[in-house]
T-cell receptor, first 113, second 116 residues
Framework: AQTIHQWPVAEIKAVGSPLSLGCTIK??????LYWYWQATGGTLQQLFY??????VESVVQLNLSASRPKDDQFILSTEKLLLSHSGFYLC????????????FGPGTRLTVL | GDSVTQTEGQVTVSESKSLIINCTYS????????LFWYVRYPGEGLQLLLKVITAGQKGSSRGFEATYNKEATSFHLQKASVQESDSAVYYCALSVATGGNNKLTFGQGTVLSVIP
């Protein structure tokens, strides 16, 4: 069975500080990977996707970056946090890109002060 | 771009009563949208409830049903008799696979509270 793990569970960070969120998928080789974000009171929106190691595409510009250093790992980061980065970050994977459902991790709650 | 609208932000229903959560969509991307209902139960992660990838078809799971109505661009979620354990946040979503991306576009979510 496939499992998806996100870390940390929650973060409280200062404006201007760096951030790194991680996601690991076990039990599935070469998954498609995604990052989603939901601001408080907002709608879930896709930020990045990756269909192979080393390749990441940006969907929304939020002064964030993403990387896929390993087949089963997806990292979201920034060097300087903004207040607007607060929210809930979800990592997801799918088997392929053609209509397959996506499986979500438990998420990371980020509060920027 | 693509969009999904859920008109009810919060719904309260008594146990054993029927439920309908409205969902309409607009898909401007080239290709046929696939439609989904996701659910987040208290303390749990977001999980797929049901999906339909063909217009005119109905999906069902855990007593919930939704029909992909291409003419009305709707995908309403229904259940004949809700239970307290159905209390959760429900999200309607669509995806159109384009350029290698399987981007899910979500609605705002509907909080369902079932009163015993």
């Amino acid at each position: 069975a496939q499992t998806i793990h996100q870390w940390p569970v929650a973060e409280i960070k200062a404006v201007g500080s760096p951030l790194s969120l991680g996601c690991t998928i076990k039990g599935k080789s070469s998954p498609n990977l995604y990052w989603y974000w939901q601001a408080t009171g907002g709608t879930l929106q896709q930020l990045f996707y990756s269909i192979t190691v080393g390749q990441v595409e940006s969907v929304v510009q939020l002064n964030l970056s993403a990387s896929r250093p390993k087949d089963d790992q997806f990292i979201l980061s920034t060097e300087k946090l903004l207040l607007s980065h607060s929210g809930f970050y979800l990592c997801a994977w799918s088997r392929d890109w053609g209509g397959a459902e996506q499986f979500f991790g438990p998420g990371t709650r980020l509060t920027v002060l | 771009g693509d969009s999904v609208t859920q008109t009810e932000g919060q719904v309260t229903v008594s146990e054993s009563k029927s439920l309908i959560i409205n969902c309409t969509y607009s898909a401007t991307s080239i290709g046929y949208p696939n439609l989904f209902w996701y659910v987040r139960y208290p303390g749990e992660g977001l999980q797929l409830l049901l999906k339909v990838i063909t217009a005119g078809q109905k999906g069902s799971s855990r007593g919930f049903e939704a029909t992909y109505n291409k003419e009305a661009t709707s995908f309403h979620l229904q259940k004949a008799s809700v239970q307290e354990s159905d209390s959760a946040v429900y999200y309607c979503a669509l995806s159109v696979a384009t350029g290698g991306n399987n981007k899910l576009t979500f609605g705002q979510g509907t909080v369902l509270s079932v009163i015993p």
